[in-house]
């Protein structure tokens, strides 16, 4: 099994409907982020968490929110999914130590949500 | 963002060696890393700089000058498998990451 698995791996939505994607990781992980990939603008940051209390914005975060119900696991939400939210949607991990090469994000294989 | 750039795309020879750069606008990072991509697939990790100067791992190395605001990586010996995408990352306090958008590597034969 992977250790970030993301469900699900696709779905096609129309606009206005509410979307939950969702996260779980298996490497015992503080951290759990969500980013955003679209074509030519690369990995965009949305929301982070550093464990179950703490929810921050990153870059891109309106129209999104999220929820940490454990430290496993990690949702990312769409209200009112709208067409220009259509993209590629990570969810990563990582730990947190003193040792910089420690920290690197495991990503999971990804979201493609379309919102027609 | 962080103003992170990169090149959009670039092409290299099999057996090649490729230097891919990334510059930024920014300061107060603690880390550069360089992540692999293959179309369609989750990024995986593939170097990092903390401090100025180059890290070497078998095909990959990775270089970072501060005082430059740049760094790059270094593929030797390309292989088919190495045409991916490359995305050059900055790391803040409490394991922050932005990304730059990513340099797509085609490999010719």
């Known amino acids: 099994d992977a250790d970030v698995t993301q469900t699900p791996r696709n779905r096609i939505t129309k606009t206005g409907k509410r979307i939950m994607l969702e996260c779980s990781q298996t490497?015992?992980?503080?951290?759990m982020y969500w980013y955003r990939q679209d074509p030519g603008l690369g990995l965009r940051l949305i929301y982070y968490?550093?464990?179950?209390?703490?929810?921050n914005k990153g870059e891109i975060s309106d129209g999104y929110s999220v929820s940490r119900q454990a430290q496993a696991k990690f949702s990312l939400s769409l209200e009112s999914a709208i067409p220009n939210q259509t993209a590629l949607y990570f969810c990563?991990?990582?730990?947190?130590?003193?040792?910089?090469?420690?920290?690197?994000?495991?990503f999971g294989a990804g979201s493609r949500l379309t919102v027609l | 963002g962080q103003n992170i750039d990169q090149p959009t795309e670039m092409t290299a020879t099999e057996g090649a060696i490729v230097q891919i750069n990334c510059t930024y606008q920014?300061?107060?990072?603690?880390?550069l890393f360089w992540y692999q991509q293959h179309a369609g697939e989750a990024p995986t990790f593939l170097s990092y700089?903390?401090?100025?100067g180059l890290e070497e791992k078998g095909r990959f190395s990775s270089f970072l000058s501060r005082s430059k605001g740049y760094s790059y990586l270094l593929l030797k010996e390309l292989q088919m498998k190495d045409s991916a995408s490359y995305l050059c990352?900055?790391?803040?306090?409490?394991?922050?990451?932005?990304f730059g958008s990513g340099t797509k590597l085609n490999v010719k034969p």
């Open positions: 920014t300061s107060g990072f603690n880390g």
């Open positions: 490497k015992g992980h503080d951290r």
């Open positions: 968490s550093f464990d179950v209390k703490d929810i």
């Open positions: 700089n903390v401090l100025d």
């Open positions: 990352a900055l790391r803040y306090n409490f394991n922050k990451f932005y």
């Open positions: 990563a991990t990582s730990d947190f130590n003193g040792r910089p090469g420690a920290n690197v994000l495991t």
